[in-house]
């Protein structure tokens, strides 16, 4: 990569949208540092891409200039970026704890709650990377995140409907949005009745609709099963709060969460019944832009 041209990326996706919004953000935070020439290109089959990598080619990319860079997120991507990378060069960067060996890959971003290993290759991440920057902020406005059930919690509808309820009835002057996800069981929404928030319904809105309503609430209270909405509310630049669910068990999830609430970075509800409202960080989570630091100051200028 050099100073005096675009750095050409090849961004891998898997269709999942969690992963394509992990490389995206840090795509985003890249291009805000220098000129990209961005291609996207659908992974094959694990075995598939393990026999181009045996092969030492790519022909996804076959009419693709040679990257710079190869992003990636996801399991069923890292045989498809090795096999890019030993067909065409360029570094192999990869989000989230990959089911290879690290050392296999030129970076491996992993969230800290997945115990990444002290390699000069491995950045830890506060959660995983996104896409959310903070936007101007309207002042009285409060945003309520609810998820599901989930691997990592019990879901217990009508103890967080209780959660809500009492911090509604007692913070009257903010004008409340509540807005569910993908997992929210259908009769949730009964369950706020009669309160005086405003819901939203995922399948209602676009799909900018979320960072926009991040960027510009100054309070976001998060249910904790949600663990992404929490560092994602951090990078808006809000002040996070994050409602009790029921954890099945001490695992990766329940560690990270635990870290940002000793750290004083969100305040859980018990906290808040004792008179200590969710403070907003000094400065909004970034870590796209982190890594983007990272990739610059150590590659730019490399021939």
Known sequence: ????????????????????????????????????SVHDLPVPGRLRAFGWWWAGRFPAGAALPDPDLILAAGHRSH???????????????????PSLPCRWFDLCLVPEHDDPPRRANVVATR???????????????????????????????EALAEQITELVVARPEVRWTVADSRRTP????????????????????GAD???????????????????NMVYEALSAGAA???????????????????????????????????GHEPQAMSRPLDEAARCAQWIEERWLNEH
């Open 1 to 36: 990569m050099t100073a005096s041209s675009p750095w050409v990326v090849w961004r891998l996706t898997d269709g999942r949208r969690g992963h394509e919004n992990q490389t995206l953000g840090l795509v985003e935070a890249l291009a805000r540092r220098h000129p990209l």
């Open 79 to 97: 045989p498809a970026l090795l096999a890019a990378r030993r067909a065409r060069g360029g570094r192999a960067v990869v989000l989230m704890r």
């Open 127 to 157: 959660g995983t990377l996104n896409r959310i920057r903070p936007g101007d902020k309207r002042e009285g406005s409060g945003l309520i995140l609810v998820g599901g059930p989930s691997r990592h919690h019990h879901w217990t509808g």
């Open 186 to 205: 259908q009769g949730f929404r009964a369950l706020l009745a009669g309160l005086p928030v405003a819901w939203v319904g995922h399948g209602d809105v």
């Open 209 to 227: 609709w979320f960072p926009a309503a991040l960027a510009a609430a100054p309070l976001v209270w998060v249910s904790e099963d949600s663990v």
């Open 240 to 274: 996070v709060g994050v409602f009790g669910l029921p954890r099945r068990g001490d695992g990766r999830v329940a560690r990270g969460l635990d870290r940002l609430l000793a750290d004083g970075l969100v305040t859980d509800f018990g906290r808040w019944r004792r």
